[in-house]
């Protein structure tokens, strides 16, 4: 079937659920250094500052916050350190060794789509791949062990700058299109549930205005519960406002997605 359009994925709180796994490992890490446990709010409202794409970095800022906020008489950590807790709460091993010896909290991570969901886009002539800011070996590890995609076009950490810089999503979808982007290409999107997500986006307008990128967000899964539906709506509206073309209820609805109309 001919390509009708691009769709790329973030991973975190899009392909899986990581509110027992990053979130918590996020959790655990600032606890450890400051004896504060920031709560599911305090971890959105700094992702809505667009600025926090990588945990490492926001487990240090929140750290920092803290601190000063109650004058507790408690050193910085270095980034270094704050890394080396993180992935032991987040692996439980050697990321770079096999993960069946792993035993972190990325073994409790929740799938919130399947292998057939991208065999129905793709027969509905929407190409995929995913630009994440995780680490290579987890992203790898969620699309390749657990989901059995056979080498996904892939941006993780390290391969690009961390967004919302646009490097890594314009890079990765010239490699899957083999072709110059500009106004004669398919729509290209981006799936994100950040605030960072959605500045990817418009940052990627600015290098090539004359292709045609549209921006989806979707609230991350903790969001979806019942009890935290007045949440879910204000998040979504943040997205909204920070410039995100349509906004998903699920995944899901993605299936039957006319690019074109955005």
Wanted: hydrophobic share 40%; aromatic share 10%.
């Amino acid at each position: 079937m001919k390509n009708i359009g691009l769709i790329l994925f973030d991973i975190d709180g899009v392909i899986r659920s990581v509110e027992n796994s990053y979130r918590l490992s996020l959790v655990k890490t600032v606890y450890k250094f400051s004896g504060w446990e920031p709560s599911y709010i305090d971890i959105d409202n700094a992702k809505n500052e667009g600025i926090w794409n990588n945990d490492w970095d926001l487990s240090l800022e929140l750290i920092k916050r803290i601190i000063k906020k109650d004058n507790l008489k408690l050193e910085v950590p270095s980034r270094e350190e704050i890394v080396k807790c993180f992935e032991e709460f987040y692996f439980g091993g050697d990321p770079n060794k096999d993960s069946k010896y792993w035993s972190g909290s990325i073994i409790n991570e929740e799938l919130l789509v399947d292998k057939k969901f991208f065999e129905l886009l793709k027969n509905n002539g929407i190409t995929w791949g995913f630009v994440s800011g995780a680490e290579s070996a987890s992203a790898k590890f969620v699309l390749e062990k657990r989901l059995g995609l056979k080498s996904p076009p892939l941006i993780s950490m390290g391969d690009a700058p961390d967004k919302p810089n646009p490097e890594g999503f314009i890079n990765l979808s010239k490699k899957i299109l083999g072709d110059k982007l500009g106004a004669s290409n398919i729509p290209i999107a981006y799936v994100g549930d950040t605030i960072a997500d959605i500045n990817t986006v418009i940052n990627a307008r600015k290098e090539i205005p004359s292709q045609k990128f549209v921006s989806i967000g979707i609230a991350p899964p903790h969001l979806h519960l019942g009890s935290r539906f007045k949440e879910r709506i204000s998040y979504e509206k943040n997205l909204q406002k920070a410039g995100a073309d349509l906004i998903l209820n699920s995944i899901n609805d993605l299936e039957n997605i006319n690019l074109e109309l955005f």
